[in-house]
């Protein structure tokens, strides 16, 4: 039941994207930048300090560099300290979450996806 609600919940969320989200994807969908492979909107369950289960859904995963990819609208102005939490526990999984402002991207989207390439092709 808790993981068939996730999947619904994810499904919902990639029909209602937003246009940040819908742009981004269209640079990323199909192995279309540098071959690597991403997924929209993909959960992460864990187990939290009273010992149960939550999760996270990711805006944009990269599952060879274990990178999540969040884009930031104005709501995460207020949220910052959820943020910085919600990261750290992603970082005790082994991810390594990058934040764009949707303005970033908006601005300059080959910056971003050259920020994005310099991290996914590091040794």
């Known amino acids: 039941m ?9 499904r919902l969320l990639r029909r209602n994207e937003t246009t940040s989200e819908k742009v981004f ?8 930048f540098a071959n690597f492979k991403f997924r929209r909107q993909h959960p ?3 187990q939290n300090i009273q010992g149960t289960k939550s999760f996270f859904i990711a805006d944009f995963y990269c599952i060879n560099a274990r990178l999540i990819i969040e884009l930031d609208g104005k709501i995460h102005e207020f949220q ?3 943020d ?3 990261d750290m526990i992603l ?3 082994g991810l390594t979450t990058i934040r764009i402002k949707n303005e970033e991207l908006a601005n ?3 910056a971003v996806l050259d920020h994005i390439f ?4 590091r040794e």
Request: glycine letters at 2%; proline letters at 0%.
């Open 44 to 46: 992460f369950v864990y």
């Open 91 to 93: 970082a005790q999984l």
């Open 25 to 32: 994807w269209a640079a990323l969908r199909g192995r279309k």
């Open 108 to 110: 300059n989207q080959q």
């Open 80 to 82: 910052k300290e959820y």
């Open 118 to 121: 310099i991290f996914l092709t």
């Open 84 to 86: 910085k939490n919600r």
């Open 2 to 10: 808790f993981t068939h609600n996730i999947t619904e919940l994810c």
